[in-house]
């Protein structure tokens, strides 16, 4: 019998300290340590209550492993002001841990092409020097731009999906924009914060995480100083300013503008770019196209505006949702590959906590409900790259 691992697994998941879970399930402290170690096995009514906050079976917390550790936590990209926190890294190195196992345990029913992302990889490994600059960061993010074939900043989420990446939503509270790893398998992850977001500001986050994913990728986060962490999100920056906002057109497109540091004559470039006004703003001005004058009029009529807290269009710009994840899991189950019985017999879990991991619609699994028969694992499809997304 084993309780103690997949406990703290779970808790972790659900981001617990243990004296929380204690208030939670009304037992000590002491008593979720003795249950984690194994000195103490938890009665039948807190083993149900456990099973019911974390929606999982009983096998869940009675056989087996916790998922494997995947993530180096050094290796998640946090933006500045999640960095120090340790308990926050831990629980999202932990979700990784969970999310990463359950995509290896769905893959097994399908056929996918090569990660595309690692060829990526090839094409500007020989542009990043040892020292970055802006000049090779912009060559990066030109490069990237050109194998992606991004026409338009629209289909990035989806481009970068066609790559390989999984990506997928989650709250990261207020601090977090998003974050970035590669696991220990290689598989390529970019978590979304789910709070608030426009469409502009989730382009912003997605090409940004592709930075620091081809720039930084072997970085140790953890080693980093504050001057130096503050360097690499230049460099992040700087490489998403550039994949979304190219020099030369970017700049054909600006320099027609008739008051430039008015933030109301932004307005048809950031229908064409998806991309916000400030981030226009402020790669005008890395690239010599608006004096130190004239930006700083701008941000001051920003502030007068009051679109330093909602830009106009924000709330007209619908953002894209990820859809790889969610085709994937639709496809087992279209094709009757999986069904909910498999997930309570194989994975131990509930169809609530697929749904709650990733985001999906609450009423996602509502038509899987049972009459449907079990089919063979011995059937395999292929899933293309290339699927449609609802």
Same mark, same amino acid.
Request: zero cysteines.
């Given at each position: 019998?084993?309780i103690?691992?997949?406990?703290?697994?779970?808790?972790?998941?659900?981001?617990y300290?243990?004296?929380?879970? @204690?208030?939670?399930? &009304?037992?000590?402290?002491? =008593?979720i340590?003795?249950?984690?170690?194994?000195?103490?096995?938890?009665?039948?009514?807190?083993?149900?209550?456990?099973?019911q906050?974390?929606?999982v079976?009983?096998?869940?917390?009675?056989? &087996?492993?916790?998922?494997?550790?995947?993530?180096?936590?050094?290796?998640?990209?946090?933006?500045?002001?999640?960095?120090?926190?340790?308990?926050?890294?831990?629980?999202? =190195?932990? %979700?990784l841990?969970?999310?990463? @196992?359950?995509?290896?345990?769905?893959?097994?029913?399908?056929?996918t092409?090569?990660?595309?992302?690692?060829?990526?990889?090839k094409?500007?490994?020989n542009i990043?020097?040892?020292?970055?600059?802006?000049?090779?960061?912009?060559?990066?993010?030109? +490069? +990237?731009?050109? %194998?992606?074939?991004?026409?338009?900043?629209?289909?990035?989420?989806?481009?970068?999906?066609?790559?390989?990446?999984?990506?997928?939503?989650?709250?990261?509270?207020?601090?977090?924009?998003?974050?970035?790893?590669?696991?220990?398998?290689?598989?390529?992850?970019?978590?979304?914060?789910?709070?608030?977001? @426009? +469409?502009v500001?989730?382009?912003?986050?997605?090409?940004?995480?592709?930075?620091?994913?081809?720039?930084?990728?072997?970085?140790? %986060?953890?080693?980093?100083?504050t001057?130096?962490?503050?360097?690499?999100?230049?460099?992040?920056?700087?490489?998403?300013?550039?994949?979304?906002?190219?020099?030369?057109? %970017?700049t054909?497109?600006?320099?027609?503008?008739?008051?430039?540091?008015?933030?109301?004559?932004?307005?048809?470039?950031?229908?064409?770019?998806?991309?916000?006004?400030?981030?226009?703003?402020?790669?005008?001005?890395a690239?010599?196209?608006?004096?130190?004058?004239?930006?700083?009029?701008?941000?001051?009529?920003?502030?007068?505006?009051?679109?330093?807290?909602?830009?106009?269009?924000?709330?007209?710009?619908?953002?894209?949702?990820?859809?790889?994840?969610? =085709?994937?899991? /639709?496809?087992?189950?279209?094709?009757?590959?999986? /069904?909910?019985?498999?997930? @309570?017999?194989?994975?131990?879990?509930?169809?609530?906590?697929?749904?709650?991991?990733?985001?999906?619609?609450?009423?996602?699994?509502?038509?899987?409900?049972?009459?449907?028969?079990?089919?063979?694992?011995?059937?395999?499809?292929?899933?293309?790259?290339?699927?449609?997304?609802?």
């Open positions: 019998m084993i103690g691992t997949k406990l703290q697994a779970l808790r972790e998941l659900n981001g300290s243990r004296k929380e879970l @204690s208030e939670k399930i &009304g037992v000590t402290e002491q =008593a340590w003795q249950y984690e170690t194994e000195n103490t096995l938890p009665k039948i009514e807190i083993l149900n209550t456990l099973q906050m974390f929606n079976e009983s096998p869940f917390l009675m056989v &087996g492993r916790s998922p494997k550790h995947v993530v180096h936590e050094a290796r998640v990209a946090f933006r500045a002001a999640d960095r120090s926190s340790r308990k926050k890294t831990k629980l999202e =190195a932990r %979700f841990d969970f999310a990463d @196992s359950l995509i290896s345990y769905f893959e097994q029913f399908v056929r092409g090569p990660v595309r992302f690692n060829e990526l990889q094409v500007v490994q990043i020097p040892s020292e970055n600059t802006p000049v090779r960061i912009r060559e990066v993010a030109r +490069a +990237a731009r050109k %194998f992606l074939n991004l026409q338009d900043n629209r289909d990035l989420m989806a481009r970068l999906e066609l790559l390989g990446i999984y990506i997928v939503e989650k709250d990261l509270g207020v601090h977090t924009d998003a974050y970035s790893t590669i696991t220990d398998n290689g598989r390529v992850w970019i978590v979304l914060g789910s709070k608030k977001k @426009s +469409a500001r989730r382009n912003f986050d997605l090409a940004h995480e592709l930075g620091h994913l081809l720039i930084h990728a072997t970085i140790d %986060f953890d080693e980093l100083t001057t130096e962490y503050k360097r690499i999100e230049r460099e992040a920056h700087t490489f998403a300013a550039e994949l979304l906002l190219p020099s030369d057109a %970017f054909a497109d600006f320099v027609k503008l008739h008051r430039r540091s008015n933030p109301d004559y932004y307005l048809d470039l950031k229908r064409k770019y998806q991309v916000s006004i400030v981030s226009m703003a402020m790669q005008a001005r690239l010599g196209l608006m004096s130190y004058q004239e930006q700083q009029y701008f941000f001051g009529q920003l502030t007068k505006k009051g679109y330093k807290t909602m830009e106009p269009l924000d709330d007209q710009l619908v953002p894209v949702r990820p859809g790889k994840i969610r =085709a994937l899991i /639709t496809l087992l189950f279209d094709r009757h590959l999986l /069904t909910i019985a498999d997930l @309570s017999q194989s994975l131990h879990v509930r169809p609530l906590f697929i749904t709650r991991l990733f985001a999906l619609d609450t009423d996602f699994f509502v038509k899987y409900q049972p009459n449907h028969g079990y089919i063979s694992r011995n059937n395999i499809i292929s899933f293309p790259r290339h699927f449609t997304k609802k």
